[in-house]
């Protein structure tokens, strides 16, 4: 069996999981989506609708690097109901992608981006990465300048992490380049709040900004804590009551969806892991945190408990109580992990 019958095989064995949820949302992504051909799109798209019911205005994201956006490829996307765009630039700054180790090129990254829009795609959205080591203040200007001129309605933008056994962890651990510095994460974050709030662009969750009305769709369903289902290796689910993922293990995976099984974990969230999820992802939102929403869905222990956690930082002046709901201040977005840490049962 192909990669591709496998996961055609596992939507047909996934199709009781969203009950008779209508999908808004089908985000084509995490790894390399973009070595699927156009044929290939559509046939996994022809097999979602034979088993769910999708809203004709549905958002569908395909994210992809820039050098696999050549002329011709995405004129074939154009033949399938792709309708978004994630494009993962990282920089518009040679060092940069270098430090990152990346495949593309600045100019790559670039002609990438005017190239979609001349194929017919607006609705576009671009990750940038900031507290980079090799990333000047000047430079982060530079690359806010070149997204504000391309005039894309979407901006991803990320600190930079260093993740366990990854070979930027090993570098910088053998001095081979320089180490991430938090001061440098903070003036990076403080240049993008001012800049983005200049440019009219509404910083909807800590990472993501975006004018109206290009919020990502797919996104704001993870933040409210909706229902969603995930194809693949590797992909997780949430039902509200239990997360569960599939092994990573490309062939095993193949394998056993073969055999009619899907090859996941599960684990059941207790009552405290959901409130303390809740939290994390609200408080990264303009929506911010319902009181009202916490003593329906947990009952007043639960909201006392918040309510009482939530005064020092009010005090701090890092959270807010704008329309009945708490929100974090520009101060507060700083820490907002740390934060909802600390609010956590």
Not at 99 to 126: C, P, W
Not at 275 to 281: A, D, R, S, V
Request: glycine residues 6%; aromatic residues 12%; hydrophobic residues 35%.
């Amino acid at each position: 069996m192909s990669f591709i019958e496998a996961l055609k095989k596992e939507i047909d064995l996934q199709k009781g999981y969203l009950g008779n949820e209508i999908i808004e949302t089908i985000y084509f992504g995490g790894g390399t989506p973009s070595v699927l051909s156009a044929e290939e799109i559509n046939q996994l798209f022809h097999q979602i609708q034979l088993n769910f019911s999708i809203s004709e205005k549905a958002e569908i994201t395909f994210e992809a690097n820039p050098d696999d956006l050549t002329k011709s490829y995405l004129q074939s996307l154009n033949s399938t109901p792709i309708n978004r765009l994630s494009i993962g630039v990282q920089s518009f700054i040679e060092e940069d992608l270098k430090y990152l180790n990346r495949v593309h090129t600045a100019s790559q990254a670039y002609n990438s981006i005017k190239r979609a829009q001349d194929t017919g795609f607006e609705n576009m959205s671009i990750d940038l990465i900031y507290g980079i080591p090799t990333l000047t203040p000047d430079n982060w200007n530079k690359n806010l300048d070149t997204f504000f001129e391309l005039n894309l309605p979407h901006l991803s933008a990320y600190a930079l992490t260093v993740e366990p056994k990854t070979a930027l962890e090993v570098l910088i651990r053998k001095q081979k380049i320089k180490p991430v510095e938090e001061d440098r994460i903070l003036d990076h974050f403080k240049i993008l709040l001012e800049q983005m709030k200049q440019k009219g662009y509404i910083h909807y969750e800590i990472s993501n900004f975006c004018k109206e009305p290009y919020y990502s769709m797919h996104n704001k369903n993870y933040w409210f804590r909706k229902s969603y289902l995930g194809l693949g290796p590797s992909a997780h689910s949430f039902n509200g009551d239990s997360r569960q993922w599939n092994i990573s293990n490309i062939q095993k995976y193949i394998s056993t969806v073969s055999t009619g099984e899907i090859p996941k974990e599960i684990e059941i969230l207790s009552i405290d892991q959901k409130f303390n999820e809740y939290i994390l992802t609200s408080l990264r939102t303009i929506w911010g945190v319902d009181p009202n929403y916490i003593h329906k869905q947990f009952g007043m222990s639960y909201l006392r408990e918040f309510e009482g956690g939530i005064k020092k930082h009010i005090t701090e002046n890092n959270i807010n109580l704008e329309d009945q709901r708490y929100c974090l201040t520009d101060s507060g977005k700083l820490f907002a992990d740390g934060i909802a840490s600390d609010l956590f049962l």
